[in-house]
């Protein structure tokens, strides 16, 4: 195989495997395109950790004044409200108890008395939606309701 002097690509006999070598200036342009992927990877890493760092900060579940406890109970609903794909309800417990509630659920609106799971609490929650502080807020999951 014949290949010209000033042909970028030498070919070394057909003794084993072909190799083929670049120019220097072609592997100072693929050491550059590579070095650039690798700091774009970096970058979009680190982005992608802020932002679940961030994520995190704003989580009311993952701050520091949550406390995971882990209690039933049920109550007459005396108030729903309704925030983006949260519903707060105002429960009244058998008890005679006022305690509001948060879940993660559009469904028990319209429910008349509901049976929660909570899986923690929060002192001096402040709804940013509703604009409300609660002085304290138990975040549950709804397991029966009447409606």
Request: a positive charge; aromatic letters at 8%; glycine letters at 6%.
């Amino acid at each position: 195989m014949k290949i010209s002097k000033t042909s970028p690509l030498m070919v070394r006999p057909l003794t084993g495997p072909v190799v083929l070598s670049r120019s220097p200036h072609r592997r100072a342009a693929r050491t550059l395109v590579l070095c650039t992927l690798a700091a774009i990877a970096i970058a979009i890493a680190i982005g992608a950790a802020l932002a679940v760092k961030h994520r995190r900060a704003d989580s009311p579940l993952l701050s520091r004044e949550f406390v995971r406890q882990h209690e039933e109970f049920s109550g007459t609903v005396e108030q729903a409200l309704a925030a983006g794909s949260y519903t707060y309800f105002a429960l009244r417990t058998p008890s005679g108890q006022l305690r509001w509630v948060v879940t993660m659920s559009r469904a028990h609106r319209d429910a008349k008395w509901l049976y929660v799971e909570s899986f923690g609490s929060r002192e001096g929650f402040a709804s940013a939606k509703l604009q409300r502080r609660f002085e304290l807020l138990y975040f549950v999951s709804v397991r029966k309701h009447s409606g």
